[in-house]
C-alpha cells in the first residue's frame, strides 16, 4: 500500500514524488516520508474490499518506526508537476497532521481534490489554450516529516545559461508565499554571485501550533526586515542550481529553512516564463490614492494587456457577481478562485509574489496579471474601465 519517497517514481507516484525521491537519492535535505501510489487510489476508488484496513495498517507500521512528529500530506497526481502543467495549488495539501486517523483523513482530502472545482477548472482552462492538455486520473499523495520553518519561499533557477535566479521569501510557513497572501521579500541572484533585492512589508505569517495551522501579524519590527542575507539568498541560488543540474532542466523549487537548516521540499519543471520585461518591482505610492497620471503599479505577474470592467471579488460571496471579460481585483487569489479565470481577462491583487501559485496559473492560462498592488480593491470600483499591463505591472484607469 506505500512506496519509500527515496523509491518513488513517475509511473507510480507522479512527478512530485518521483522529483523528491531522485534527490533523496541524491543525498539533498529532502523531508523523508512515504507515498501513498497509484495503485493504491485507483484500489480505494474501485471500492476492493479492505484496501483502506490494509492502508492504515501499513501507515501504522511506518510511523512506529518515523514517531510522533507533525506531517504534511501532499498531492502528487499522475500529470501534476510535469513539463505540460504545474496545477500549482490546485490539489490539496494538508499540514501538521499527527496520529493515524488524521492522516487517513489527510490522505482522502487529498484524494478527493483531485476532482474539486478548482482542479477541474484548471485542466478545462488549460485544455482550451495547449494541445497537450493534463488528463488527471490518479492521485497518489506524499507523507512526510513537515518542517517548522523559520523562513520559506519559492525559487525559479535560470531559464538560460548564466541567467539569474529568481527567489521570493517571507517569515514562517511557505503556504503564504505560494498562497499570495503575503508580498514577499525578492532577490536576484546572478551567475556571478551578485545579488538584488527588494524587501517587502511583510505584515502575516504562517505557522503550525500542535495539529493547526494558523495566520498571525508579523511583528512590526520585522515587517521590513529582510528574511535572507546575501550569502543565504547565493547560498540558495547555488542549491537551486544544483537540483537543476540533478533534474535535468530550469526548476519551480519550494524550500524551507528550520534553524538555518535548509530544506527542499517540492522541485518541479518550470512551465510558463516569468514576465518578458521581468524587472523588480515598483514602489506603489504610499499614499493609497491614485497619482497624477491614474495609474497604479505593482509587480509584473504575467505578460499581456486586458481592457476590460473592474470586479471588486473579496471573497466566495463575490463569485456570482463575475463575468466573462471583467478584470478580477483581489486581496489575493486563493486556488479555490481559479474556475473565475475561466471567465476573467485579466487580475489584480493587493498582495502576492511572481512565484506565487496564481501566478504561475496565469501565465500557464495567458492571462495578464499585476500583483502586490497596495489597497486595490479600495483604490479601484466596480465597474470602473480599466487597463492592465501584466509586462509593465501597471493599471490605468480609462
Excluded at 547565493?234 to 519551480?252: H, K, M, T
Aim: aromatic share 4%; proline share 5%.
Amino acid at each position: 500500500m506505500l512506496v519509500k519517497l527515496g523509491d518513488a517514481t513517475f509511473s507510480s507516484c507522479g512527478g512530485k514524488a518521483h522529483a523528491l525521491g531522485i534527490l533523496l537519492r541524491a543525498n539533498y535535505p529532502v523531508p523523508d516520508g512515504v507515498v501513498v501510489p497509484f495503485h493504491t487510489y485507483r484500489a480505494a476508488a474501485g471500492d476492493r474490499p479492505g484496501v483502506a484496513t490494509s492502508l492504515r495498517n501499513d501507515i501504522a507500521d511506518w510511523l512506529e518506526g518515523f514517531g510522533d512528529a507533525p506531517l504534511a500530506v501532499r498531492s502528487s497526481a499522475d500529470s501534476e508537476d510535469g513539463s505540460a502543467a504545474s496545477a500549482a495549488g490546485q490539489h490539496d495539501s494538508v499540514l501538521g497532521v499527527q496520529g493515524i486517523d488524521s492522516i487517513m483523513n489527510a490522505v482522502q482530502s487529498c484524494w478527493t481534490s483531485l476532482h474539486s472545482e478548482r482542479a477541474v477548472g484548471y485542466r478545462e482552462n488549460l485544455s482550451r489554450i495547449r494541445s497537450a492538455s493534463p488528463q488527471q486520473g490518479a492521485m497518489a499523495v506524499i507523507v512526510q516529516q513537515l518542517v517548522d520553518a523559520d523562513i520559506s519561499g519559492v525559487m525559479f533557477t535560470p531559464s538560460t545559461p548564466g541567467g539569474d535566479t529568481e527567489i521570493e521569501a517571507a517569515w514562517g510557513l511557505g503556504l503564504s508565499v505560494v498562497g499570495g497572501t503575503v508580498t514577499p521579500d525578492r532577490y536576484r541572484i546572478g551567475d556571478d554571485g551578485s545579488t538584488a533585492s527588494i524587501i517587502a512589508d511583510k505584515r502575516t505569517r504562517t505557522d503550525r501550533r500542535q495539529n493547526t495551522v494558523f495566520t498571525s501579524d508579523v511583528m512590526p519590527s520585522d515587517r521590513t526586515r529582510s528574511t535572507l542575507d546575501d550569502r543565504a539568498a547565493v547560498r540558495l541560488a547555488e542549491l537551486g542550481g544544483e537540483i537543476a543540474a540533478s533534474l535535468g532542466g530550469p526548476q519551480d523549487i519550494e524550500w524551507s529553512i528550520e534553524e538555518g537548516h535548509v530544506w527542499i521540499l517540492q522541485a518541479r519543471p518550470i512551465t510558463a516564463a516569468l514576465p518578458s520585461h521581468h524587472t523588480m518591482p515598483h514602489t506603489a505610492t504610499a499614499d493609497g490614492r491614485f497619482d497624477s497620471s491614474t495609474i497604479l503599479t505593482g509587480t509584473p505577474g504575467s505578460d499581456g494587456h486586458a481592457t476590460g470592467t473592474a470586479r471588486i471579488v473579496r471573497g466566495p460571496h463575490d463569485f456570482g457577481r463575475v463575468r466573462r471579460g471583467d478584470i478580477l481585483v483581489c486581496p489575493y487569489t486563493d486556488p479555490a478562485w481559479t474556475p473565475l479565470l475561466r471567465a476573467a481577462k485579466g487580475v489584480v491583487t493587493e498582495t502576492g509574489g511572481v512565484l506565487s501559485h496564481a501566478a504561475i496559473v496565469a501565465r500557464e492560462l495567458r492571462i495578464p496579471a499585476v500583483l502586490g498592488v497596495a489597497n486595490a480593491t479600495d483604490r479601484l470600483r466596480n465597474n470602473n474601465i480599466v487597463r492592465i499591463d501584466g509586462q509593465e505591472g501597471t493599471i490605468t484607469t480609462t
